[in-house]
Structures are given as C-alpha cells and as structure tokens.
C-alpha cells in the first residue's frame, strides 16, 4: 500500500508493540479529510486477525474483537480513537501531506518530525488500540474500536457515527495528552465561518506596485491547550498590521490568506497589497515599525514573531477600498484566547475562540474560528457576538456555522470506571493520579449523549505542542502507561 513501506526509526524502542504501530501510522498520510488510505489498512489489519470490521461513508473505522483471558461474558468496552492528524509544516519545509510519510526523530526520550507536526495526536492512542487488538494474552472483555475520522476538522466523523451499531456502556478514549491524569470531564465546541465579499474591482491606475505583507516565525499549537499561553495569532497581527497600512495610506487588498486549520493557532499569514509607487517605502517602515513593537510584546510568549514586507506580482483585481477595510476591522474584532475561566474546575478555562484560517474565495474571503466552552449557552453567546459583528460590518458579511455543534462531556465523580482506573493506576504506576477536567474539546460528548448510560474516561500520554511542528511524544510515557492499560482492561468484570 501506498506511504506504508517499513520503517526502523523506533525499531529500538520500548514498547515495540505500541510504537510499532504508531511507526506504521507514521508512513501512511492521513491529514483530517484524508483518512480513507488509514481506514483501509486499519480494516485490513483487523480482517488478518480474523476480526469484524467495517468502515463507513466517512471512514470512521469499527472493529469488534471477542473477549479473552476469562473476560468472554464481560460486558463490552468501548475503545475510542482518531484517525485524522493535524498537518502543519516549518516555515521552508516542503511536505506533501497528501502523499508523504511523516519523517520520524528521536531524541532523548522523545518522538518528533522533521519540520511537520507529529500525528502522536492521536496516533498514539489508535496505537494502544491496535495493540489490545492484536494481542492474544491479555485479558479483556468483549471489544468495540471505534477509530473516528476527521476529529481535527469539526469532529465530522462522530457527528454521523452510527452509536446505535454499540453495545458497550463503558469506554477508554486515548485521546488525552498526559500520563499523570485521568481525564473525567471535557468541553464542546462549535466552528463557525465569517465570509467577508470583496467587491472585486479593478487595479485602480494610481496604484502601480504590490507588496506582500507575511506574519512569520510564531509558535502556533494547539486551541484548546495552548490557549492560555496567550501566544500571538497570526491573522490577528495581520489583520493589525493592515489597520495600520491603512491609517496611513491608500491601499487595496488582493488575497489573504493564514492558518492551517480551525483548531490550531495559526503559525503564519500574509496578504498581498496593491500600493501606490510613492508608497512601497514608507509601507515598508511601517511594518518594521510595528514589528518592534510586537516583538516586545510578545518577547515571552512568542519571540521569534516576524512582521515583513516584500514586491509582490500586481494582480488583476482587488478588494473595494471599504471592502479592504472591512475585512482587516472584522478579522482585528473577531473575539480570540481565553473568554471566561471555569469557577467549578479552578484553573481551567470555561470558554475560548480560536481565530484560525483565513482562505481566499471566489466572492472575497473566508475566516474560520472554532469556539470551544464547558457550558453550552455561553458558546452559543459567543457566537451570537460573533453574529453581531458580522450585522455591524454590513457590505454582506456574514456568519455561517461550520460542521457540528459538539456537546460538552460532563463529569461523573461516581463513575465506577473512573474508580477502577483510579485503583489500578495507584497500584501500576504507585503514585495516584490527578482526576482532571478539561477545557478541550473531544468527541466524547458525542458518545457521552448518544449511548444512553455510557461511563466515559479518558487515558492519555505525554505530549507537547501538539497541532505544530514542535509537537512530540514521550516514549517513556509510553512505556509508562502501556502496563496501565493493560490493567484496567483487565479489571474490567
């Protein structure tokens, strides 16, 4: 099979049957929307071992394996995992995620890429998931994998998942992101576009040059667990940076465009704009006047920020001048970061909204953003100011919602799965572990209100900036929580 071809990077590393497989995964392209090659060959891998599996319109991926180990009449457990990986890529790295594998490194105790995200999230946890699926030893009840596609982009997958085709009434999610937590609790979110018309005119005569504006050098991650860290969003500097050209000078924009995807902090963004000759130089020190003061900014949080300004070919059409303006004002005014803090979970934030892509369309501009909340109610607030804005604009933007509305998983604090992860993870690891709510959004709210009576939980492994091409996994904490899982599938009675 196409991307498949045997790898040896992780070949000397513990667990082999974990990493094993997540070195496999690692050779298959499998970005959010493109997830049939990964299905394909999870089916294959299913039907080897002589088990029942299927997948369906969106690839989503259902294995069924008996139980074992004196667990044959055990009620089943559900198993939960995602197919799909965020793709983002170094500024100057060539990748076609589309056909290329992800280029393994090992350092120290961790697994990362060379200059492209990692897919650990969730490779990974599938990882755990085809192990118990391949293993003859251990003891575990009857199983159901569900292995979901297109997570990354609005959890589409799950959102037409057929949970009547479940049996089971208790499930493991292994989409969490440390090893020294039992997640019990997690929020919703919803994706929204603003669509921003350009009015498409022509070059006026007086504006004979173009330049292209680029935000560079940030961080980018995750918009859920990094969305505190208050790092510097791309489209956001862009959109203040074109405010200022503005002020100043009269300009027409051309195409924008930023971000990677709606859930990840977007990196990098650029706009080209088409100036007056007598305009390029001071346009040229604005910007690097406005790159100073970002830098100091943002000097902790994000210190590599780059504001630049370079000659761009003059296209054949541009944004209206009130268009230009518009645009730049909506994107600068969108609500971004952290919006309320949790008051039941202290610590944790309640609601965000991630600004996270700006795309060129045949009548102007798209922007897309995903709200992300433990409470209901208030994302929907946050979309109805978002609505708001839109209305205030005027000259036809609106908002449109984007895939689904995920529901928030609420937490159980008498769930006896939980109790029995909590016991064997003191008796495993001999340290007890955090019970932990969070502020990011899984698909386990899906599950959570649509198996009636389901008991949820959710094991995780050490990653870091995942959704960037900094993110990596500890294969330590692999090693770690490996036996973990193998001993709360046994306890299961």
């Known amino acids: 099979?196409?991307?498949?071809?045997?790898?040896?990077?992780?070949?000397?590393?513990?667990?082999?049957?974990?990493?094993?497989?997540?070195?496999?995964?690692?050779?298959?392209?499998?970005?959010?929307?493109?997830?049939?090659?990964?299905?394909?060959?999870?089916?294959?891998?299913?039907?080897?071992?002589?088990?029942?599996?299927?997948?369906?319109?969106?690839?989503?991926?259902?294995?069924?394996?008996?139980?074992?180990?004196?667990?044959?009449?055990?009620p089943p457990l559900i198993l939960h995992g995602h197919l799909d990986m965020v793709c983002e890529r170094s500024e100057g790295v060539v990748k076609d995620f589309a056909t290329e594998p992800i280029d393994l490194v090992v350092d120290g105790d961790y697994i990362s890429a060379a200059g492209t995200s990692l897919g650990a999230d969730n490779g990974i946890g599938v990882s755990y998931i085809l192990a118990l699926l391949d293993d003859r030893e251990i003891a575990h009840p009857p199983l159901e994998a569900v292995l979901t596609a297109m997570e990354e982009k609005g959890k589409a997958g799950a959102g037409q998942f057929d949970f009547s085709r479940l049996t089971g009434t208790r499930m493991i999610d292994f989409n969490w992101i440390t090893d020294h937590e039992i997640l019990a609790g997690c929020s919703g979110d919803i994706t929204f576009a603003v669509e921003v018309p350009a009015e498409w005119e022509d070059v006026p005569g007086s504006h004979g040059a173009a330049v292209l504006v680029k935000v560079r050098g940030l961080k980018g991650g995750h918009c859920e667990f990094d969305i505190h860290l208050e790092r510097a969003n791309a489209l956001l500097l862009l959109a203040r940076t074109l405010n200022a050209v503005q002020e100043r000078y009269d300009v027409r924009l051309a195409r924008a465009h930023g971000g990677a995807q709606n859930n990840?902090?977007?990196?990098?963004?650029?706009?080209?704009?088409?100036?007056?000759?007598?305009?390029?130089?001071?346009?040229?020190?604005?910007?690097?006047?406005?790159?100073?003061e970002v830098r100091a900014e943002y000097s902790e949080a994000d210190p590599a920020v780059r504001l630049e300004v370079e000659p761009a070919e003059t296209p054949q059409r541009v944004f209206s001048a009130a268009a230009t303006q518009r645009?730049?004002?909506?994107?600068?005014?969108?609500?971004?970061?952290?919006?309320?803090?949790?008051?039941?979970?202290?610590?944790?934030?309640?609601?965000?909204?991630?600004?996270g892509t700006v795309r060129a369309t045949d009548e102007g501009v798209e922007l897309t953003a995903t709200i992300t909340s433990a409470v209901t109610s208030r994302k929907h607030e946050v979309l109805d100011r978002v609505r708001s804005l839109a209305a205030l604009a005027?000259?036809?933007?609106?908002?449109?919602?984007?895939?689904?509305?995920?529901?928030?998983?609420?937490?159980r604090p008498d769930s006896p799965l939980l109790a029995t992860a909590v016991g064997a993870y003191r008796d495993v690891v001999g340290e007890e572990p955090e019970v932990?709510?969070?502020?990011?959004?899984?698909?386990?709210?899906?599950?959570?209100?649509?198996?009636p009576g389901l008991d949820v939980i959710s094991i995780g492994t050490e990653l870091h900036d995942l959704h960037s091409p900094a993110e990596r996994v500890s294969h330590v904490s692999v090693a770690k929580v490996w036996p973990l899982v193998r001993e709360v599938v046994s306890r299961l009675r």
């Open 394 to 411: 005027g000259g036809g933007v609106r908002v449109e919602t984007q895939g689904l509305d995920a529901p928030e998983f609420p937490y």
């Open 1 to 74: 099979m196409k991307g498949t071809a045997t790898m040896t990077v992780l070949s000397s590393l513990e667990p082999a049957e974990i990493l094993g497989h997540f070195e496999t995964l690692a050779g298959i392209p499998r970005g959010s929307g493109n997830e049939q090659q990964v299905a394909d060959w999870v089916v294959a891998f299913a039907r080897e071992r002589g088990l029942e599996a299927e997948q369906d319109a969106k690839h989503c991926v259902l294995v069924r394996k008996p139980g074992q180990g004196g667990l044959e009449d055990a």
């Open 436 to 451: 932990h709510v969070s502020q990011c959004s899984l698909e386990l709210g899906f599950f959570s209100r649509r198996v």
């Open 327 to 355: 645009f730049s004002r909506v994107t600068s005014l969108v609500p971004n970061g952290v919006l309320s803090w949790n008051l039941v979970a202290r610590g944790v934030v309640e609601s965000s909204n991630n600004l």
């Open 264 to 292: 990840a902090i977007p990196a990098d963004a650029e706009a080209v704009l088409v100036v007056r000759d007598e305009d390029v130089e001071g346009i040229g020190a604005l910007v690097a006047e406005l790159a100073g």
